[in-house]
T-cell receptor
C-alpha cells in the first residue's frame, strides 16, 4: 500500500503556474496516480490521471519521473476559483485484496489576487 | 452538478436513532464506494461494492451497514452511532477495472450525531 505525502498548503497569485508534488516511495507496479480537487462542502472532482511520463488535459498536466516515486500536478495560470484542496491518490481497485488505494493528506492551495 | 446523487444533504440524528444514507448513479458503473471524511482530512475508505457484491470492508464498526440493492443504488444504514461518527459521508462510483478508472464522487451527506 503506497503511503503518500504532500505539502500541507501552498499560496500562489492569479496568473501564476502552480506545481504540487506528491511523494509515493513504495508505489506498486500496477498503481496509477490520480489527482482530485475538492471545494468545501463538495465531493472530490477528478482532475487528471497518469502512469508514467507526462499527461496533459485541458486543465492540468501531470509529470511522473521514470522511478515513479513522485508525481507533480501542474496548474497553468491559476485563478481565484482554483483555491481548493488537491489530493493525490495512488493505487487502484483490486477486488478482495483489501485497501489498495489511498488518498494523500491533501494540499490546500490558496490563490491570491 | 454531479452525476452521483446523495440524499439527504444534511442529517442530524440522536445516538439511538436508525437512519439511512442513499446514493444513486446512472453512469453504468459497477463499483460503488462509501467514504468518511472528517474536517481537514482526506476521505477514508469504508466499503467497496463490485458488481453488487461487498468486496472491501475496511474494518468498519457494525453500526454502519452497507447495502447495494442494484447496480445504480447504494445505501448506508446507520444505527446507534457515536458523536465521533459525525462527518461528511461520500459516495463514489467507477468501473471496476483493475487499474485506471477514476472515481466519480457525490457531494456527500453531512452527518451530525447529537
Amino acid at each position: 500500500l503506497a503511503k503518500t505525502t504532500q505539502p500541507i498548503s501552498m499560496d500562489s497569485y492569479e496568473g501564476q503556474e502552480v506545481n504540487i508534488t506528491c511523494s509515493h516511495n513504495n508505489i506498486a507496479t500496477n498503481d496509477y496516480i490520480t489527482w482530485y480537487q475538492q471545494f468545501p462542502s463538495q465531493g472530490p472532482r477528478f482532475i487528471i490521471q497518469g502512469y508514467k511520463t507526462k499527461v496533459t488535459n485541458e486543465v492540468a498536466s501531470l509529470f511522473i519521473p521514470a522511478d515513479r516515486k513522485s508525481s507533480t500536478l501542474s496548474l497553468p495560470r491559476v485563478s481565484l476559483s482554483d483555491t481548493a484542496v488537491y489530493y493525490c491518490l495512488v493505487g487502484a481497485l483490486r477486488d478482495n485484496y483489501g485497501q489498495n488505494f489511498v488518498f494523500g493528506p491533501g494540499t490546500r492551495l490558496s490563490v491570491l489576487p | 452538478d454531479t452525476e452521483v446523487t446523495q440524499t439527504p444533504k444534511h442529517l442530524v440524528m440522536g445516538m439511538t436513532n436508525k437512519k439511512s444514507l442513499k446514493c444513486e448513479q446512472h453512469m453504468g458503473h459497477r463499483a460503488m464506494y462509501w467514504y468518511k471524511q472528517k474536517a481537514k482530512k482526506p476521505p477514508e475508505l469504508m466499503f467497496v461494492y463490485s458488481y453488487e457484491k461487498l468486496s472491501i470492508n475496511e474494518s468498519v464498526p457494525s453500526r454502519f451497514s452497507p447495502e447495494c440493492p442494484n447496480s445504480s443504488l447504494l445505501n448506508l444504514h446507520l444505527h446507534a452511532l457515536q458523536p465521533e461518527d459525525s462527518a461528511l459521508y461520500l459516495c463514489a462510483s467507477s468501473q471496476p477495472d483493475r487499474f485506471n478508472q477514476p472515481q466519480h464522487f457525490g457531494d456527500g451527506t453531512r452527518l451530525s450525531i447529537l
